[in-house]
């Protein structure tokens, strides 16, 4: 047998106990889940920013920069709500590299993930009890969600696992919007598939148990862009693209159609500096077409402190050490520009 059995996985009620949440932060996260689910709903008007590094890979950085979107949500609650990546989970399609806190709470070392368990918790309600912004983290490993569940307000599907059941079946049974990426051959019907799912009951086997989940009418779309056969970056965040996806959630006659568009990855073919213009245009076309409007409820940002990207052990603060991200100078600028013309 090639598995070499490590160290036991403290389950979720043993790290919670040990790091618990507050009744008072509960509650600042039952009013932001609730102001969050409100736009995706329709029942408001404003525009969800899901905006933060590629990976959340040094605490001290990632607690730096979510002050600093509390301080610019404060200036432009009227019309967004700042919902910061704190991604502690990394997909790799080869397998190599920084696979995120969860494997490496120091990206330097050899991984544990005991200590990335707890790392990522501590992060996360540091995070929420400095600034008061509940966050957004990729559900890569669907039997992990419960760890974060008390202190998300927003869980997004990668492209390579929204095919995968285990998520989509997860899904149905969290209380949280949930964004479904299209997959990266751009299969809209994939998606939208997989919100199907996500959004009706199952009975499935979730960390040891039977559950029967009830729905999450949450779940909804995020266009990320595809790759073709020979590799190439296809955007579909164009005016046209949204059309075809409205028409699509008519067709499928699937609760509260909502769609948050990537600005990056395969949109932008991994030029993070493209994202101020991706997100001009698709803001142009809310403004062209009601029915667009009614659709896009948000967009999805990549950006951190320093431009750019750099390779682990440089130790530039505040620099991506997965995907390239915006700078904090031009994230600023984006968001002020984004709350002028939503």
Sequence with gaps: ?????????????????????????????????????????????????????????????????????????????????????????????????????????????????????????????????????????????????????????????????????????????????????NPTSGDLTVMLNSVYAAQHGHVFKYQGWQVKTSGNELAHTILRGSVDSQGMSIPNYHYEDLHTLSSLYTERMLQNPACIIDTNHANSNKCYAEQPRIASEVLHSRRLSPEIKNLVKGLMIESYIEEGSQKPGEHIYGKSITDACLGWDDTYRLIMNIADNV
């Design 1 to 181: 047998m090639g598995f070499e059995f490590v160290k036991r996985i403290p389950t979720t009620e043993e790290i919670i106990t040990e790091y618990p949440i507050s009744k008072e932060l509960a509650k600042i996260k039952q009013a932001r889940d609730a102001e969050i689910s409100a736009v995706l709903t329709g029942m408001s008007d404003k525009f969800l920013l899901i905006i933060g590094p590629c990976s959340a890979d040094h605490p001290d950085p990632v607690l730096d920069y979510v002050s600093r979107l509390a301080t610019v949500q404060q200036k432009v609650a009227d019309r967004l709500i700042l919902i910061p990546r704190i991604y502690t989970n990394k997909p790799r399609t080869t397998g190599d590299g920084y696979k995120g806190m969860m494997h490496q709470p120091d990206p330097e070392k050899d991984p544990d993930m005991v200590a990335g368990l707890i790392a990522l918790r501590q992060m996360h309600l540091t995070s929420l009890e400095q600034t008061g912004l509940t966050a957004a983290d990729e559900m890569l490993y669907p039997e992990n969600h419960t760890y974060l569940a008390d202190l998300l307000s927003y869980v997004a599907i990668g492209a390579r696992s929204v095919e995968n059941q285990q998520h989509r079946l997860t899904v149905s049974g969290i209380d949280i919007p949930a964004g479904m990426k």
